[in-house]
Each structure stands twice: as structure tokens, then as C-alpha cells.
């Protein structure tokens, strides 16, 4: 069993103590989000879960207790980008974010449309993610995800997605070049 810790909140932000003490008991209830009166405790010990993917745009919270999961495999699809405090204000600046899991097999991969404020129009805030990068004392490569063609020398690579979910492929192409990089 793979688990997604998880997508509608942010566990490892908000409730990472919450997280720990269920891997502690080795069980979570989950509720049917069809039956609410539905629940169900899901057996999530060492045994059964294959691998833990955590989703997060700060880690912080759980970076010091990491050896409570010392049993299980995990990683983290660690979200980054330059939404303005106002928008997100129980997130640590993005400086801050950045500096948590910078090494050589970092690579941030963005979207290139979205609002840079609340309510605002989409912008191409991936080149801005980018520039910001540049601009920074931080070598993290980036990886533009777009359904325009975009190519700029800045990006570690462009991936073009369209409506049939083809984008696959570019994406695979982009993160063997940061592979051969890092050799």
C-alpha cells in the first residue's frame, strides 16, 4: 500500500504530531468522504505500507522526528512557489522553504501559469519562479510544466502537456538530464 500524507491537508505542516502518533499506534481512521457516518481504521504498520509520499509546502514541522520512520520508506513532493504571504500566511517564507532540502538532487518542477496574489489573474509566474532562482545563492534547477511551448536556456528543461496527458515522456527527458549533471 502506498500512502498519501496527503493532498487535502497539509499533515506535515498542520499536523505532523497527529502523523506520528498514528504511526506510533500503526493505525489511522479514515472516513468515507461518500458515507460520513462511514469509518474505517486502516492498518498502516511497517508490513503493509510500501512506501509514505508526503505532500507539503513545509516540511519544518517533521524534519526533527524522521527517525520515528525509520521502518518505512517515504519521500516528499515538496511544493514550492512564490505565492505572497497574505495568500498563504501559515507558510513559511519561500527563502526559508527552499533552504530546508537544498543538496545537488533537488529540482523544482512548476507550473507555468498561476495567480501570483489571491483572486488575481494567472500569470507566468513559473518564469518568475525561475528568475527568482537565478536572482538567489541557490543552484536548484527548474523544470517548466506548460500546455504553451515555452523554451528558455534559464530551465533545466521545458515539459509541454496538452490534453492527452502526453507530457510524460518530456518530463522523464528532463529529469535524466539533472541526472547526467549530477554524475
Given at each position: 500500500m502506498i500512502l498519501s500524507v496527503s493532498r487535502r491537508t497539509d499533515i506535515p505542516t498542520f499536523y505532523s504530531d497527529?502523523?506520528?502518533n498514528r504511526v506510533k499506534e500503526k493505525s489511522v481512521c479514515v472516513r468515507n468522504p461518500m458515507n460520513r457516518y462511514q469509518v474505517?481504521?486502516?492498518?498502516?504498520?511497517p508490513e503493509v505500507?510500501?512506501?509514505?509520499?508526503f505532500w507539503t509546502k513545509d516540511p519544518k514541522p517533521m524534519l526533527g522526528r524522521l527517525d520515528e520512520l525509520k521502518d518505512y520508506k517515504y519521500y516528499f513532493?515538496?511544493?514550492v512557489n512564490g505565492y505572497e504571504q497574505a495568500l498563504e500566511p501559515h507558510i513559511s517564507p519561500l527563502q526559508e522553504r527552499i533552504k530546508i532540502f537544498q543538496n545537488p538532487f533537488d529540482v523544482i518542477i512548476t507550473d507555468m501559469?498561476?495567480?501570483k496574489e489571491a483572486g488575481g489573474e494567472e500569470d507566468r509566474c513559473g518564469l518568475l519562479l525561475l528568475d527568482e532562482m537565478k536572482k538567489?545563492?541557490?543552484n536548484i534547477p527548474?523544470?517548466?510544466?506548460?500546455?504553451?511551448?515555452?523554451?528558455?536556456?534559464?530551465?533545466?528543461?521545458?515539459?509541454l502537456f496538452k490534453g492527452n496527458g502526453d507530457w510524460d515522456e518530456?518530463?522523464?527527458?528532463?529529469?535524466?538530464?539533472?541526472?547526467?549533471?549530477?554524475?
Amino acid at each position: 500500500m502506498i500512502l498519501s500524507v496527503s493532498r487535502r491537508t497539509d499533515i506535515p505542516t498542520f499536523y505532523s504530531d497527529w502523523f506520528f502518533n498514528r504511526v506510533k499506534e500503526k493505525s489511522v481512521c479514515v472516513r468515507n468522504p461518500m458515507n460520513r457516518y462511514q469509518v474505517s481504521r486502516i492498518d498502516i504498520s511497517p508490513e503493509v505500507v510500501d512506501c509514505i509520499v508526503f505532500w507539503t509546502k513545509d516540511p519544518k514541522p517533521m524534519l526533527g522526528r524522521l527517525d520515528e520512520l525509520k521502518d518505512y520508506k517515504y519521500y516528499f513532493q515538496y511544493s514550492v512557489n512564490g505565492y505572497e504571504q497574505a495568500l498563504e500566511p501559515h507558510i513559511s517564507p519561500l527563502q526559508e522553504r527552499i533552504k530546508i532540502f537544498q543538496n545537488p538532487f533537488d529540482v523544482i518542477i512548476t507550473d507555468m501559469w498561476y495567480p501570483k496574489e489571491a483572486g488575481g489573474e494567472e500569470d507566468r509566474c513559473g518564469l518568475l519562479l525561475l528568475d527568482e532562482m537565478k536572482k538567489s545563492e541557490y543552484n536548484i534547477p527548474v523544470i517548466i510544466c506548460s500546455n504553451q511551448q515555452y523554451r528558455t536556456e534559464d530551465a533545466l528543461g521545458e515539459v509541454l502537456f496538452k490534453g492527452n496527458g502526453d507530457w510524460d515522456e518530456e518530463l522523464l527527458v528532463s529529469l535524466v538530464k539533472r541526472a547526467k549533471e549530477v554524475e
